[in-house]
């Protein structure tokens, strides 16, 4: 079946811009997260949701970036005012159980490759 | 949450097992133990996942030390395809689903 997919996969701006990255989750899915990998570091966490709950965003770096899942299927990541460390690749996920499984198993899209000049 | 510790790199020959160690001294009782690995240019991916047994699955085994303090992925034959980062990661039940990566053990598979 069809995974993760997230547009575009790559993303160039210049710094000052606003960018927006879309992620379609698995059908049925209720859970969804954003992560980003920089340069030569790990996967970090950004937010995530569930269901109708208020979304964790607790990983997000600064009040530049915002995201909002409408629906309860589609995502977008927003980064407002873009710096050049913001310049990463962004990950999508997205796992079929509801909050509080340590079971639960997430699917990763490809990624959105952005860089900022 | 609970840290892990793993080499950074590792090699191995095609077809040969390749055991890879995470230690996770400060693991608590609920605790589950997973494993992601990430190919290169891809998203993770999940590997297996345990609580206190040894695990199977088509991917790998999991066997976990009887303290739970560390663990070890074993791969029974590599094959070029399984070169990537593999990550260890404790995921505490009932608590908000993110996983946190560690910088994970880079696996290189030769010929």
């Known amino acids: 079946g069809a995974g993760v997919s997230q547009s575009p996969s790559n993303k160039v701006t210049e710094k000052g811009k606003d960018v927006e990255l879309r992620c379609d989750p698995i059908?049925?899915?209720?859970?969804l997260y954003w992560y980003r990998q920089s340069l030569g570091q790990g996967l970090e966490f950004l937010i995530y949701?569930?269901?109708?709950?208020?979304?964790?965003k607790s990983g997000l770096p600064s009040d530049r970036f915002s995201a909002e899942r409408t629906g309860g299927s589609v995502s977008t990541l927003t980064i407002q005012r873009t710096q050049q460390e913001d310049s990463a690749v962004y990950l999508c996920?997205?796992?079929?159980?509801?909050?509080?499984?340590?079971?639960?198993?997430?699917?990763f899209g490809p990624g959105t490759r952005l860089t900022v000049l | 949450d609970a840290k892990t510790t793993q080499p950074n790199s590792m090699e191995s020959n095609e077809e040969e097992p390749v055991h890879l160690p995470c230690n996770h001294s400060?693991?608590?009782?609920?605790?589950?133990i997973h494993w992601y690995r990430q190919l290169p240019s891809q998203g993770p991916e999940y590997v297996i996942h345990?609580?206190?047994s040894n695990v199977n699955n088509r991917m790998a085994s999991l066997a976990i030390a009887e303290d739970r303090k560390s663990s070890t992925l074993i791969l029974h034959r590599a094959t070029l395809r399984d070169a990537a980062v593999y990550y260890c990661?404790?995921?505490?039940?009932?608590?908000?689903?993110?996983?946190?990566f560690g910088t994970g053990t880079r696996l290189q598979v030769t010929l």
């Open positions: 996920a997205s796992s079929l159980r509801t909050s509080g499984s340590s079971t639960d198993t997430q699917y």
């Open positions: 059908s049925g899915h209720t859970a």
């Open positions: 949701f569930q269901g109708n709950s208020a979304p964790d």
């Open positions: 400060t693991i608590s009782g609920t605790d589950y």
């Open positions: 345990g609580l206190t």
């Open positions: 990661i404790l995921r505490p039940t009932g608590t908000a689903s993110k996983l946190t």
